[in-house]
């Protein structure tokens, strides 16, 4: 039996919003315009999300720093933007480790600096 994908409906709409901002803008912008672009189409097609909202990490449950996200969307999915030749590993280990200091189970990296969007998957079941 097929496993349903974690918030299908909703990671289908984000990845929309990607698609459509990397169509329209391409590779050659900042990281912040992406982000200002992502926001207003996120806006758009009236999906809640929340900017750089701050995130405790916690160690031996005890908060020990904080994460930024480029956007919590429907408090669910972490959105992270990217505009870099490639995702190298250490960026992806960066949004690995994040997610599984926080109560969230998805990640979404988007890197919109190739002539492809790319867009990387994440899940971490907390134990």
């Known amino acids: 039996m097929a496993k349903e994908l974690l918030y299908k409906d909703l990671t289908y709409k984000i990845r929309g919003v990607l698609f459509k901002v990397h169509n329209e803008l391409g590779p050659v912008h900042k990281e912040k315009v ?4 992502v926001a207003k189409e996120l806006k758009n097609q009236e999906l809640v999300f929340e900017r750089e909202k701050r995130i405790s990490v916690f160690y031996d449950n005890e908060a020990v720093g904080t994460y930024v996200p480029d956007f919590i ?55």
């Open 73 to 127: 969307i429907d408090d669910k999915v972490i959105l992270e933007i990217k505009a870099v030749p490639c995702l190298n590993k250490q960026m992806q280990d960066q949004v690995w480790y994040y997610i599984r200091s926080t109560k969230y189970r998805l990640v979404l990296l988007a890197n919109f600096g190739t002539p492809s969007l790319e867009v990387k998957r994440r899940i971490y079941d907390h134990p």
């Open 34 to 37: 992406y982000q200002r672009a």
